[in-house]
């Protein structure tokens, strides 16, 4: 039989199981719902509820397949990943990592551990517990940007304590904790880093502003400088990067996002330990600025990916 490998690749599905089939490799994907990408190409298709573990790991193992791709960030995709990896199968990811960059606030005090620069922050699970707006402001100044952790809504930025308190008050009612965070105006950029056995490698910088193109609100359309960093600069923000994914222990091609003053000062806003490697409607403006920019260099990250796991795995 011709070596399977497993993939959980949500909307970049399409893209990553043609490259694991570029590599040699026949696909056993395994979909959330019907009809996701990758499932009109993939050899074989398994569509079902990702909390359905027993069911995902016998048809994994019908197939024989020992190693598998977690290609989204979802949750359910994590979840899944950590009981199939106790039942013997090898991921192209650090579950344990994946789970605690997916937590902002947990996160964000890891990395601050660390040693790692980002913007300060105060966090709210609840109205009952709730600091005190001034108190809020104390810690992160106006204007502030406030965040779910969840990801249930876009990030907004308050300018005065009657936004922050709809801000935050509107984030609680989605279903998720809120983060509120200083605002930092800076230059917006994304790296990707390709990791696998201990080694990390930044892709180029990418200049993406999710406050601009997702048009979050109370961000205005001259929000952040829009010159690019010098290529000592990038240089320096690359390698920072590396050494923040190398601390952290994530792997695969985790997705790092930062705000960069001039003068080469780098704030960590968030890391996503799975980064978005398919072109879609859903991740529009993110897949131009990112994907589709690095691509006009001559760079795929779905095959970076691929070539990522596939070396994790030593079949490569």
């Not at 989204?72 to 106790?86: C, D, N, S, V, W």
């Not at 409607?281 to 006009?296: D, F, N, P």
């Not at 795929?300 to 079949?315: C, H, N, R, S």
């Amino acid at each position: 039989m011709k070596n399977i490998i497993g993939l959980i690749g949500g909307a970049s599905g399409r893209e990553l199981t043609k490259q694991i089939q570029k590599f040699g490799f026949e696909v056993a994907l395994i979909s959330g719902k019907e009809n996701e990408p990758g499932s009109e190409i993939a050899q074989y298709v398994l569509a079902t509820d990702l909390n359905n573990s027993d069911e995902i790991y016998t048809f994994l193992q019908k197939l024989k397949v020992e190693h598998l791709i977690i290609g989204t960030g979802h949750r359910f995709a994590f979840k899944l990943g950590e009981i199939l990896e106790q039942k013997g199968i090898n991921l192209n990811i650090n579950v344990k990592a994946s789970k605690i960059a997916k937590e902002k606030k947990l996160f964000k005090d890891y990395i601050s551990d660390k040693g790692f620069l980002m913007p300060a922050y105060a966090s709210v699970s609840d109205l009952k517990s709730m600091p005190s707006l001034d108190t809020i402001i104390q810690i992160v100044g106006l204007p502030c940007v406030v965040k779910a952790t969840v990801d249930t809504m876009l990030p907004q930025k308050a300018a005065n304590k009657e936004n922050l308190a709809r801000a935050i008050s509107e984030i609680l009612n989605s279903g998720s904790p809120v983060i509120v965070e200083q605002f930092i105006r800076g230059i917006d950029v994304t790296v990707f880093v390709s990791a696998a056995k201990d080694k990390a490698n930044a892709l180029p910088v990418c200049y993406y502003s999710k406050a601009e193109d997702n048009n979050m609100k109370g961000f205005s359309s001259n929000e952040y400088w829009k010159e690019h960093l010098s290529p000592e600069i990038e240089a320096k923000v690359k390698a920072y990067c590396e050494k923040l994914v190398i601390a952290c222990e994530l792997e695969g091609l985790p997705r790092v996002d930062l705000m960069v003053l001039p003068d080469g000062t780098a704030y960590i806003l968030e890391t996503n330990s799975v980064g978005v490697t398919g072109v879609n409607e859903r991740h529009a403006a993110y897949c131009k600025g990112t994907v589709l920019a690095l691509r006009k260099q001559g760079i795929d990250v779905a095959e970076i990916a691929v070539k990522t796991a596939l070396i994790k795995f030593g079949i490569l």
